[in-house]
Each structure stands twice: as structure tokens, then as C-alpha cells.
């Protein structure tokens, strides 16, 4: 049986990096800086078929757009059509933030999440790109709001069981959710804090900052938010506030493990003004019961007068038999755990400012 090799794709201030290991990941070899000069928001491996690298690239001279390799990072061809709106909205788009796949039934879709809160759809493996207009034209977009990095569409999770239901995150808008194809889109907060609005637990309009799920539990939904960490147990028709146990309640990255549907990751920081861990102190927080109990994990982390931030994206897990969690930061270090975060070595450091990880195994 031939081996197989764990990846881990990092997006970067600077372009991106490809780590890879043998399932062992003691002994790593990196590749890059790729699409140097470029802002990589996020740096996807699909292996739905032939292994395909996707790569939300952002120029300051070509603009932005999603970028694709077939043989991992040495050469890049950009989509035909581009991320762009319609000419006629007289809309612009700043920031491709998201690249995800589709179902492994539908190899050739994928999913592209932009800022100004734009979603797009590519049917033909990133050749071409078309907005998803119901979404863009919700009609709650009025009270959609800019967060500190844009009014951006930045996270997907699709149904397992069905293509026709998927879940998207903005920031500042909330969680929303399409059960007929992306035709239509409802908006699903309910119980989610903003206390930054006039009205507190609005329809939408909460800084929804990482939404995520494990496919073996698609009912159930967590989600970092700007104003405290929640779990829904109805596809997210009602939240649960389970942030009681945690340091702070703001943080960006939250990770729910590949195998266990009950065990999630967050990252606390120290809030909106001051985007690092709480009095230098960092740590993953893990909870093995769904949100009701937190274990602050430190081994080998440095746990004084550490303040890089980490971002809505930069925490993975890989699908080893032990699963590896990977956490990188905007100081450009990558700290990875062989054993589920209960001890932690140092993979990488002084890369540039880090935006994404991301983990496949082929």
C-alpha cells in the first residue's frame, strides 16, 4: 500500500507555502514562496480527482482572483472569467478571501467567498466564475456592515447529504443558510450577540468571524463570533451561547475535529482593540463536549509576552488516525500538535504574516 503525504498549504502576507510530511510528520520539506508578490487569503488542496491546488490570490497591480495548479505551485493558471461583478452593477470586488470544493459527487464545483459580502460559484473546476446573485441581493443587505477587514463572505459548509443546503459566514452580516441550491438564502442568528449594535440580538448584522462543522454531524454548527462562541444543534435556526469557561470572548479561528463531531478548537483573544492573546498568554482552548467544558492546552506553547494574532482562517486540522491541529499566526510562526493539541512543536517561523492553513492528505 503506498504511504500517503500530509499537506499543509499556508497562505501568506507574501504568497504561499507548502509543507508536506509522511503521516509520522516528524521530518517536513517546504515549498515556496508561490504567487510571490501577491496576498494569498486562502490556499486550498483539492483531491476530489487529480490533486488541484486553488489559491485566492489578491495583486495590488492585477487585482484580485482565484488561481489553480496541477502540479502543486510550480505553474498557476487564473480563471478565464475572473471574480468580478456584472459591469453593469457598477460594483467592484477588493478581496477574493475563501476558496472551498464542492461535494465529492460534484468534482467540479467550487465555491469562492469575496469582499464586498459576495459569494461565486464555478461549475467547471475554477475555469469560470459567476456571483451568486441571491445572496449579493438579500434582502437584508441594507443592514449588512464592513468589519475591520471588509464586508467579506468567508466561510461555506455544504451538506453532505445535499449540494442544495449549504451554510456561509460574513462578517458583518451573520450566518446564512440555502437549502435550494443558493436560490434563496435565509438569515440564521437567532441568539447570537452583536453588542456593538443599537439592538443587541438583531436578525442580522452580527460579526459572524469563523463558522464551522463536522459532515459526520451537519445539523450541528459552531461559530466564533466577535461577541462570544456558539453552537447550534438545529442547523443554525437557534444558537447557543458556550463561551462561559473561555478567557475572552472575541477570538478568530475555530476548528471542529475531523473525526469527533463533539470536539472543537478555539483561540481566545483579548478583544476588537487589542487582536492577541489575553496578557500574552496563549493557548488552544479544546472542548470535548461540545462547548460545556474548556481545557486551556500550553505544552510547548509559548505561554508569556506572546502577542501574534491569529486569523479567522488560521487554524486546521489534518485526518491522520491522531489528528494534527495547526495553528498559524501573524508573526509568520506555524505551531502544529501530533496528538490533538496535548503537546505542540514549532513547524515553521519567520514566514511572512499568515492568513490561512489548510491540511489534505492524497
Not at 472551498?100 to 464555478?122: I, Q, R
Not at 476548528?255 to 483573544?269: G, L, S
Request: glycine content about 12%.
Amino acid at each position: 500500500m503506498a504511504r500517503r503525504k500530509v499537506y499543509v498549504l499556508v497562505g501568506t502576507h507574501k504568497g504561499a507555502f507548502i509543507f508536506s510530511s509522511d503521516e509520522g510528520r516528524k521530518k517536513w520539506t517546504i515549498k515556496g514562496p508561490l504567487l510571490k508578490g501577491a496576498d494569498v487569503n486562502e490556499i486550498i488542496l483539492d483531491t476530489r480527482q487529480e490533486p488541484t491546488v486553488y489559491a485566492c490570490a489578491n495583486s495590488y497591480w492585477w487585482g484580485p482572483n482565484v488561481h489553480k495548479s496541477k502540479d502543486f505551485g510550480k505553474t498557476w493558471k487564473q480563471s478565464d472569467s475572473g471574480i468580478k461583478f456584472d459591469e453593469k452593477s457598477g460594483k467592484t470586488i477588493a478581496r477574493v478571501w475563501h476558496v472551498s470544493t464542492g461535494l465529492p459527487s460534484e468534482p467540479k464545483v467550487l465555491y469562492a467567498g469575496a469582499d464586498p459580502g459576495a459569494l461565486f460559484k464555478s461549475d467547471d473546476g475554477g475555469q469560470n466564475w459567476k456571483e451568486v446573485e441571491s445572496l449579493s441581493n438579500h434582502p437584508s443587505r441594507q443592514k449588512w456592515t464592513p468589519g475591520a477587514g471588509g464586508l467579506m463572505v468567508h466561510c461555506s459548509c455544504i451538506d453532505p447529504n445535499s449540494s442544495k443546503k449549504m451554510f456561509v459566514g460574513i462578517s458583518a452580516a451573520g450566518v446564512f443558510c440555502s437549502e435550494d441550491g443558493g436560490l434563496s438564502w435565509e438569515a440564521r442568528n437567532k441568539g447570537v450577540l452583536a453588542d456593538f449594535l443599537p439592538e443587541k440580538y438583531p436578525e442580522v448584522g452580527q460579526c459572524t468571524h469563523h463558522l464551522d462543522f463536522n459532515p459526520l454531524k451537519p445539523n450541528v454548527l459552531y461559530q466564533q463570533n466577535h461577541c462570544g462562541v456558539y453552537r447550534s444543534d438545529n442547523e443554525g435556526k437557534d444558537w447557543i451561547d458556550i463561551s462561559e469557561g473561555l478567557p475572552s470572548r472575541f477570538g478568530f479561528p475555530l476548528q471542529v475535529h475531523p473525526h469527533d463531531p463533539d470536539t472543537i478548537y478555539v483561540i481566545p483573544e483579548q478583544g476588537a482593540e487589542f487582536r492577541g492573546p489575553v496578557d500574552g498568554k496563549f493557548g488552544v482552548f479544546r472542548s470535548t463536549n461540545r462547548g460545556g467544558r474548556w481545557k486551556k492546552l500550553t505544552k510547548g506553547l509559548p505561554t508569556r509576552n506572546m502577542f501574534a494574532h491569529v486569523h479567522r482562517q488560521g487554524m486546521a486540522a489534518d485526518h491522520c488516525d491522531k489528528s494534527g491541529i495547526y495553528v498559524g499566526t501573524s508573526g509568520g510562526q506555524i505551531l502544529f500538535s501530533r496528538n490533538e493539541g496535548n503537546s505542540w512543536h514549532l513547524l515553521a517561523d519567520w514566514l511572512p504574516a499568515i492568513y490561512s492553513v489548510r491540511t489534505a492528505i492524497v
